[in-house]
């Protein structure tokens, strides 16, 4: 930038279209209490240039879907001040950042025909896998695994993941985090996760689940099912099987039905 006044100092306000798009970050540059809006300090037109081309515009994640673009603009003032009050000023509105979304997992698929041993990464990875009987190792992070139609094996790290399975006959172990676990509609699922608020809704018949500590929803299943969770303020809604009733439980409902298989009232 420059000024045709010479020995002059001004200051530069940037503004940002939307504050959700992104942060600024900068040498000499200061955030306001106005979301979105930043200030460099007076300085010469020439050091206010250097600091304006050494300033980091850094995007939002997951703002938007992936392979979609979010713009945003930049509305710069500078301002010549003398006896600290402004003098003048000019705007220039021209200055835009497109960003486009990637997609935030490292995608891993796996061969239609089933029988895959599948390795993730300690990062987020979005694995899916097709046919029965894959063995499928998430590694830890926030994962999204689709197991295939059955049969499959899958093993959560720590982290806030989640796993849909197919068919029957799945067994997943998960450690910390808030996990959720769907599928699974033929029943004879076993579910295995450590401490955190999880939520799993799987299977039919003579499902396993066991929880640690955390505020835990179990639902899904319709009889003859063992479930056995930590402390908490947990929610478990039951099938009737035949009978087609449901009966729903607390917490303090569960611990007088520990190691052994709960079924609604009747049953």
Known sequence: ?????????????????????????????????????????????????????????????????????VTTNFALTASQTAGGSIVTSATNSTTSVIATETSSYNVINDPANGHAKIYGTSGNDQITAFGTQNQIYGEGGNDLINAGAGQAIVSLGNGNSTATLGGSSNAVVGGDGNMTVTGGPGGYNGVALGNGNDMVKVGSTHDIIVLGTGTDKVSGMLGMSFITTGGGNDTIVLGGGQHGRRGRWQQHDLERHRQRHIHPAGC
């Open 1 to 69: 930038m420059s000024d045709v006044d010479s020995g002059v100092q001004d200051s530069l306000t940037i503004v940002l279209s939307s504050a959700a798009n992104g942060t600024l970050s900068g040498t000499s540059l200061t955030a306001s209490s106005t979301a979105g809006t930043y200030t460099l300090a007076a300085a010469t037109p020439a050091t206010l240039t250097g600091e304006l081309q050494d300033l980091t515009f850094t995007p939002t994640l997951h703002e938007a879907a992936a392979g979609s673009t």
